[in-house]
């Protein structure tokens, strides 16, 4: 059972991975810029989004190998934390799933379903550092690295594509915004960094590392764009190896206070302990 457990957990995890971000302001009611191309309008957004220190943002849509899935996040990049709960549509589990990062440890709660398989118990740990035996937290370690890397990062990808084209005006959590699309390859936006800064640089192919690593060559990708060139909300479609790729991310708010708190140790169980144990019984 505790393994049932393991798996769940590891799968509700993995989703966060596909789970980028953008930037968002409280700003007026009028949409990007007529002067701007559009390739240029996502550029700039792009620069903005590099200002972003945490967000909370809701998502929702299909990720490979999980199927549906929706929920809401709020995320600090300084200091790294992340609150998020997360609803698996297309699994048995019961209720929605919620994942936090609190320093160098992450914690997955399944909630009462959890409880009964693990000795009352609805949360376990996991201690990073163990994990990776290093000092920074990767993005490959059961997605931790959304914690510790800007996440507006995924929206910047548009900016590789070549075919870029406004699409019309539309509001957007009651903002106007520009509706912005395009088609761009893994390979070609990786290509583009190369006259990037080296932070921004790493960052991005740190991001981009996550879909090659899935099978997608390409992405289709929409984008919202309001009057102070922040964006509002993006679309992410592509082809996986293990599925379809289909990710709709709207932020709610931007660079406001992110506090997430560690649950309770009592209703805690340590993942390294967990697989342990599981390795004895076997």
């Keep these: 059972m505790r393994g049932s457990v393991r798996n769940r957990a590891t799968g509700a995890a993995l989703v966060a991975l596909v789970l980028g971000g953008g930037a968002v302001a409280c700003t007026k009611d009028t949409a990007q810029s007529p002067a701007l191309t559009p390739a240029a ?13 945490s967000l909370r943002y809701r998502m929702s849509g299909r990720s490979p190998g999980e199927g549906r899935v929706s929920g809401e996040a709020a995320m600090s990049v300084k200091p790294p934390a992340m609150s998020m709960k997360m609803t698996v549509e297309d699994q048995a589990v019961d209720g929605p799933v ?12 399944g909630g009462a379903q959890a409880a009964k398989e693990m000795d009352g118990k609805s949360w376990i740990k996991f201690d990073m550092s163990a994990l990776a035996g290093d000092k920074e937290l990767d993005q490959g370690q059961l997605g931790a690295g959304q914690a510790d890397k800007n996440p507006a990062t995924e929206s910047t990808f548009l900016t590789g594509a070549k075919d870029v084209k406004k699409v019309g005006t ?5 903002v106007r915004t520009t509706h912005y699309k395009g088609t761009v390859t893994v390979d070609a936006f990786r290509k583009s960094l190369k006259g990037e800064d080296k932070d921004t640089r790493e960052q991005r192919e740190k991001a981009l590392d996550q879909y090659t690593e899935m099978g997608v060559d ?17 679309r992410m479609r592509g082809t996986a190896d293990k599925g379809p790729l289909d990710m709709t991310v709207t932020f709610l708010d931007f660079n406001k206070p992110v506090t997430v708190k560690a649950p309770p140790a009592e209703d805690t169980v340590d993942f390294a302990g967990m697989m342990k144990d599981i390795a004895q019984q076997d």
């Design 170 to 174: 539309e509001t957007v959590e009651g």
């Design 41 to 53: 309008a996502v550029a700039k957004a792009a620069e903005k989004s590099e200002d972003v220190t």
């Design 98 to 109: 919620e994942i936090r990062v609190v320093g160098r440890a992450m914690y997955i709660g």
């Design 218 to 234: 390409a992405l289709t990708m929409d984008m919202w764009v309001d009057g102070d060139d922040h964006t509002r909300q993006f």
